[in-house]
């Protein structure tokens, strides 16, 4: 048994990862789940890729993805001014992000089992 083992961690978790291929555009997954997640709490597009250790232009080129796939905004941007505008999602943004997150929850579910035998197989 090594220290990782000893101490409690395993260094061999299985997890399942959701990507949702769209005919309309590119795909979504765990990244701009978490990009959205991250404007709605922080309140702008540049603070959630700072969070995210991600430049300016890429997070505004997922969102992009994101629109095109849905066919509407995901975003509420207001400009500069006083207070520096900011962004918040739209209702469409967040029922693309709970409706991703509800899939990951019941596929996870689905295939604990297996994921369980998949960890212990890679031990």
Avoid: C
């Avoid at 399942?16 to 795909?27: E, K, Q, V, Y």
């Avoid at 739209?90 to 693309?96: L, M």
């Avoid at 369980?116 to 031990?123: C, I, N, P, Q, T």
């Amino acid at each position: 048994m090594d220290e990782r083992q000893h101490s409690g961690q395993n260094t061999h978790m299985a997890r399942l990862t959701i990507r949702i291929n769209f005919d309309s555009g590119p795909a979504f997954g765990p990244g701009k789940a978490q990009l959205l997640e991250a404007i709605e709490s922080k309140g702008s597009i540049r603070k959630a890729a700072a969070s995210l250790d991600m430049s300016y232009r890429r997070a505004w080129l997922l969102v992009k993805a994101v629109e095109k796939s849905l066919g509407t905004p995901v975003l509420a941007a207001s400009s500069g001014g006083r207070k520096g505008g900011g962004a918040k999602l739209t209702t469409a943004g967040r029922e693309v992000v709970a409706r991703y997150r509800k899939v990951e929850a019941k596929a996870a579910k689905a295939t604990a089992t297996e994921l369980r035998s998949l960890e212990k197989m890679v031990r």
